[in-house]
């Protein structure tokens, strides 16, 4: 089954306690991305990869890191958590555009609170 | 820059109400038209999108027209159910993979 896999689901952790959640596709695709979702605020891109080794900045990069070394895997690295991270993430792939206009393909999402 | 602007809500309707649910958005060059249902829990995931000005994309009963002359892309379904509660984010690319998204509205239909 085509899909794209988060983990952990949902996290409760403390300020600066370093954390990273998974994510995974198993489509091949190239596009990779990262968004938070805050009530009122919609969904914000956090960072974007275009293909392996390749990432980008989004609207709301400070405070995470992401790193792409092989094509299924995007993980998102807070190095430092605060409180204003509690979130809900989700990451999404696609094909690239380049191919077209595709549809992003989202993960389940992952509940952060950061106490 | 890119923006999507879409209805606040909760919108609340009856079941087998009409439905609308309007977008508008701002984009440079020629953007496809998404819209992305988010159902209680879960991820997001795609409804309905349309490629070019006066494509029609339709899915579950629901459509939504690319009217580029209005800017707009509005989701409209004849008939709503109690499973049609969810979050609606009306969403568009410009060409370079990324999307750019509304707030998202709620809707909660009752029986």
């Known amino acids: 089954e085509a899909q794209v896999t988060q983990n952990p689901r949902y996290l409760i952790t403390v300020t600066g306690k370093k954390l990273t959640v998974t994510c995974s596709q198993n489509?091949?695709?190239?596009?990779m991305s990262w968004y938070r979702q805050d009530p009122g605020l919609g969904l914000r891109q956090i960072y974007y990869?275009?293909?392996?080794?390749?990432?980008d900045k989004g609207d709301v990069p400070e405070g995470y890191k992401v790193s792409r070394k092989e094509k299924r895997n995007f993980p998102l690295i807070l190095e430092s958590p605060s409180p204003n991270q509690t979130s809900l993430y989700f990451c999404?792939?696609?094909?690239?555009?380049?191919?077209?206009?595709?549809?992003?393909?989202f993960g389940p999402g992952t509940r952060l609170t950061v106490t | 820059g890119n923006s999507v602007t879409q209805m606040e809500g909760p919108v609340t309707l009856s079941e087998e109400a009409f439905l609308t649910i309007n977008c508008t958005y701002t984009?440079?060059?020629?953007?496809?038209l998404f819209w992305y249902v988010q159902y209680p829990g879960e991820g997001l995931q795609l409804l309905l999108k349309?490629?070019?000005?006066?494509d029609k994309g339709s899915n579950k009963g629901f459509e939504a027209t690319y009217r580029k002359e209005t800017t707009s892309f509005h989701l409209e379904k004849g008939s709503v159910q109690v499973s049609d509660s969810a979050v609606y984010f009306c969403?568009?690319?410009?060409?370079?993979?990324?999307?750019?998204f509304g707030k998202g509205t709620m809707l909660l239909v009752s029986p």
């Open positions: 969403a568009l690319n410009s060409g370079y993979s990324t999307l750019t």
């Open positions: 349309a490629t070019k000005a006066d």
């Open positions: 984009a440079t060059g020629y953007p496809s």
């Open positions: 990869s275009m293909n392996v080794e390749v990432t």
């Open positions: 999404a792939s696609s094909l690239p555009a380049g191919q077209g206009i595709h549809e992003q393909y």
């Open positions: 489509m091949n695709h190239e596009y």
